[in-house]
């Protein structure tokens, strides 16, 4: 496949406090597409063996906010997220996930927090925003949203309360591919959670 339809990204995060405790010493440099990882200092060696350098589409520094190559949550979004929509509002099918070790970041780059927010809520934002902004009569959208859970491999829907305990089935479909079977589609005309 082209590399231009799919594109790969690499965060570093800070350090957590048993990390600091440690002293842990970090081993990622990045340079605008490169990352390198050295090799960790031995304190019996004077040289230490060469380091890996490796290509992505970004790489994204977050270790330290004081540092000026510093990603925040902006920065990855107006680096990935943007073009996700662009290519929806086209017509072609997006997706986006984060893949890592335990404890990496992938919820706190995809979800973040209330006031530092990740490339969900972003997305979700800017998408009505851009429904908002559009002027054609000839168009109209509808966006329905799904929300489920694989865990243990096990599917839950999590927009269906009563089905939390019971697991849903993977099928496939002849034309569309794979879908869980029975999981909620819900229609949404904003992000604004309902006061009710
Ligand atoms: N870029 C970042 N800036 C600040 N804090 C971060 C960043 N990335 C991760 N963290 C923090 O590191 C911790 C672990 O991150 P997170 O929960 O997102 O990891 P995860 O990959 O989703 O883990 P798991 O697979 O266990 O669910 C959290 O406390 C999170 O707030």
């Keep these: 496949m082209a590399s231009d339809k799919i594109k790969v990204a690499v965060r570093v995060r800070p350090f957590n406090r048993r990390e600091k405790d440690l002293g842990t ?3 990622v440099e990045m340079s605008q597409c490169q990352t390198i990882l050295q090799h960790p200092s031995e304190p019996d060696k004077i040289e230490r063996k060469s380091p890996k350098s490796f290509a992505f589409d970004h790489c994204f520094y977050s270790l330290d906010p004081s540092l000026p190559e510093f990603a925040s949550q902006e920065k990855v979004f107006d680096a990935l997220g943007r073009d996700i ?3 929806a509002f086209q017509g072609y099918n997006a997706c986006i996930f984060a893949y890592g070790q335990t404890g990496s970041g992938k919820s706190y780059t995809m979800m973040g927090s209330q006031d530092n927010k990740g490339i969900i809520p972003r997305l979700c934002d800017t998408l009505f925003d851009l429904i908002a902004k559009q002027q054609s009569p000839e168009l109209s959208y509808k966006v329905e949203v799904s929300y489920m859970e694989i865990y243990n491999e096990k599917v839950h829907d999590l927009l269906d309360p009563k089905a939390n305990k019971q697991s849903l089935k993977v099928r ?3 034309v569309l591919g794979p879908y869980v079977d029975g999981l909620s589609q819900l229609a949404v005309t904003s992000f604004q ?3 009710s």
């Design 25 to 27: 010493e970090c081993v």
């Design 172 to 174: 496939e479909h002849n």
């Design 85 to 87: 929509l662009e290519n």
């Design 193 to 195: 959670v309902s006061s």
